[in-house]
């Protein structure tokens, strides 16, 4: 444990201001932090694939090791079984990123982190949780195409390779879900997990088709929609001309006499892919960027259908 | 500024637009609405009522329309019994208090009592007369016009296509109408016996069949007592029969087609005249005369006697000719006076003119003629005129023709219907008998000048000739002057009543504004109700109270939202 995170004694870093958490260290610190704190703060172990609960017997097969070998059952009975327990095999998951131009918005640049960063510390987080569970764990990066896969490896290693690809993610260009999710079906042969983390300015439709498309190949999927609080209350000067940073499509109004409609908007787009989700079998979590990221690691993997 | 939910804001902004637009346009039509409902509630609306058990006092006209095809049979009853049953029950729910009137198809309003008028409805059976639907709701509307009680028009009815006529309606108007389709059926609509007298050899009637239905029926003509003729007749047909030789006298003739569902119309009678040729004396040298008589003769329409003359004043019939030569034309005066003819020829006219076209004569040219004058008062015996002038006359036997049948004085010799022409006057014209005519009941006929009384069968109506005449009943009706029959009528039922086909009620309601239409069995129940009407008033200032409360609401939530 690195020493200086080690030295904010009692207190919960993952339930800090995200903002302030980023000021205390790199990526790889504030992760561990976050992780820590987080794994600290649950009384149980997240996942069955923690336990060792005994689930059942079976004959002794060849290479089975020797370890899992019922010895009292082989002094009765003179036959060599093995104990299963639950959760035996290691998950794969893939975590899909969006960094399109839009992901690198904050509505405060002062105080908030933008959304790519954000983005980049959970899935940092989220990574070393899920490797130190022994499950294999890749990322898959997109804007208007792939920009990066990493394949999903079990070995805790790996989390480094992983740090070392969030560090050097810029923003791109537009957004285009589904060559990353098509890609993402290539690559996760066996039934695992998917973690789709954007701030879902894309084409709904399509994005929802190839997520569903997962799910009817047996994956689990969630989805964390990114919001900056700047994007969920409109707020501005008198009169405002907003510009779209990957279409650059604008348009000029007074905030101030939007500002309700445009939350009725909003809280109405999110309703949708709560709905269009829910309806697929998905996990949907809305996350705003000043959400404390214990908060949010929670929500995706309190969750028994989360990571299950 | 840079903002990644620039989508949101788009979908905002449109979303709006479309809900201002919205809200624009429900309050555009709640605020029309609102000027609409201000200005029909000053207007004082009203609204029948339809449901009411008991009634306020009404006045009510009940037409029943008992015409020839309300006794057609529909699935074994007869159209009349419904109507009756139904007109029965409209009586049974009038008040003491209401003021009632009760018209069949004779087009008398009779008012009275419910007990009176329901005695009236049961005896009413199917009359040979038509109804015309639109007069019979003018008439009753004139005494509705009268009342002070609420007015109400109740028309049970067959409501014929043929009996629907136009009119305009001013007061709740209920129809009672059969709500199945009228069987299809067909009646006999004329006899038409040609020219008359027949002689003793016989005629050729041709009698004509109309319907909507497209079966054809064996049909049986008489002529008096003679064997009948057989023929198959269908709806359209005009069925030409040869009817055998009779003695002289007038003849019935009777058309029958086998039975239907509405036999009334199965029957019809006409009449003819038979006798013996006219026996002619004609000068020879009078080459166009002469050639027509000749003609005439060989086809056996006349024979060569003393019975008519053509030509100068002769004893017993005379056709006379104005003679070439004016300085006879005082002989002939003096002798038609000698004869008591109440004509006789004036000054010659060399003005161009043209008959006037009549059932005798088409229009012909006419280079000369003489004025006829008349020595009496009055101008009786015209049969024929040149631009209103007579131009042929008859006076007791003696006809006058006004030029000389030659075409330097008229076309009338070249023309084809010269021989007809010649047939009719030495026929008819000349023996004093009159074109044998026909009518409907009920209905006003024109009598010939000369006709002082009417008879059918022991009965007998002193009538003045020319004035209109209106028979009763169907039948043969004999034109008398004095003691002679100088013609006779056939009177049957108006061929309309044969076509039962039922008027739409949608073109009805174009033709008789505001109509309701209703089946017999529970049409009675809405009658007493149509008349008395609810004041409108207060229910339309309460919606224009609620439209302008949600006025209000909608104008403050539109100016908050934009």
Known sequence: MNPSVSSLGPARIDLLDPFEVSRLGGLELVSEGVVEGFLAGLHRSPRRGFSVEFAEHRMYQPGDELRYVDWKILGRNDRLYVKQFEEETNLRAMIVSDISRSMAWTGAPDTRLTKLEYAQRLIAALALVLLRQRDATGLITFDDEVRSVTPARARLSHWRTLLRVLAALSPGKGTAAEPALRRVMDRLRRRGLVVFVSDLLLERETALRALQFLRHRGHQVIVFHLMDPGEVNLEGPAEARFEDPETRAAITLRPKDWADVYRDTVAGVVTEWYKACRKRGINYHRITTDTPFGVALRQALARPAGLA | ?562
């Open chain 2, 1 to 562: 500024m840079v903002f990644p939910a620039v989508r949101y804001l788009v979908d905002t902004t449109r979303e709006h637009q479309r809900r201002l637009k919205l809200q624009n346009w429900l309050l555009l039509l709640i605020r029309t609405l609102l000027v609409a409902l201000v200005v029909t509630a000053a207007a004082g609306p009203t609204s029948p009522i339809r449901s009411a058990a008991g009634h306020s006092p009404a006045a009510l006209v009940l037409i029943l329309d008992n015409s020839l095809s309300s006794g057609a049979v529909v699935n074994g009853t007869s159209r009349l019994a419904t109507f009756r049953t139904a007109a029965r029950e409209i009586l049974d729910r009038a008040t003491s208090e209401d003021h009632l009137w009760l018209m069949l198809a004779d087009g008398v309003l009779r008012g009275g009592d419910p007990a009176a008028l329901k005695l009236l409805v049961d005896s009413a059976a199917p009359a040979f007369t038509r109804l015309d639907l639109g007069h019979a709701l003018s008439q009753g509307q004139e005494v509705l016009t009268t009342q002070a009680l609420p007015g109400e028009l109740v028309l049970v009815t067959d409501l014929q296509r043929t009996a629907v006529t136009e009119a305009e309606i001013r007061f709740p108007l209920l129809i009672i109408r059969p709500e199945d389709d009228p069987s299809g059926n067909l009646g006999v609509s004329g006899i038409e016996a040609g020219p008359q007298p027949w002689s003793l050899g016989g005629g050729r009637a041709i009698v004509s069949v109309v319907g909507d239905s497209n079966l054809s029926l064996p049909l049986t003509v008489r002529l008096g007592d003679r064997p009948p003729r057989q023929a198959l007749a269908s709806a359209g047909a005009a069925v030409p029969v040869i009817l055998s030789s009779a003695v002289s006298g007038w003849w019935p003739v009777q058309a029958e087609l086998d039975p239907d569902e509405l036999l009334a119309d199965n029957i019809r009678t006409g009449v003819v005249r038979i006798a013996p040729v006219a026996r002619v004396s004609w000068d020879s040298t009078e080459r166009f005369v002469a050639a027509a008589c000749e003609v005439l003769e060989r086809n056996g329409r006349i024979s060569r006697g003393n019975e008519v003359t053509i030509g100068p004043v002769a004893p017993g019939l005379t056709v006379v000719e104005p003679p070439q030569d004016p300085a006879q034309l005082g002989a002939i005066n003096r002798a038609l006076a000698a004869r008591g003819v109440g004509w006789q020829y004036g000054t010659l006219n060399a003005a161009a003119g043209t008959t006037d076209s009549n059932a005798l004569i088409s229009r012909e040219r006419v280079a000369r003629r003489y004025t006829l004058e008349t020595v009496e008062s009055g101008r009786t015996g015209v049969i024929a005129t040149v631009g209103g002038a007579p131009w042929i006359v008859r006076a007791g036997d003696v006809v006058l023709l006004g030029s000389r049948i030659d075409p330097e004085w008229t076309g009338l010799p070249i023309s084809a219907g010269f021989v007809p022409f010649m047939d009719a006057l030495l026929n008819r014209i000349a023996r004093g008998e009159l074109t044998v005519s026909g009518g409907n009941p009920d209905e006003p006929i024109a009598l010939p000048d000369l006709v002082t009384a009417v008879r059918q069968g022991a009965r007998q109506w002193v009538v003045e000739g020319g004035a209109p005449f209106r028979p009763g009943d169907i039948g043969i009706y004999f034109l008398l002057a004095g003691r002679d029959t100088i013609g006779a009528l056939a009177v049957n039922f108006d061929p309309r009543e044969s076509l039962l086909a039922r008027a739409a009620d949608g073109s009805v309601r174009d033709l008789w504004r505001g109509a309701s239409f209703a089946s017999p069995s529970g049409g009675p129940r809405q009658a007493f109700s149509l008349g008395v009407r609810t004041d409108l008033r207060g229910p339309a200032l309460w919606m224009v109270l609620l439209l302008g409360l949600a006025e209000v609401a909608l104008a403050s939530a539109r100016r908050k939202s934009s």
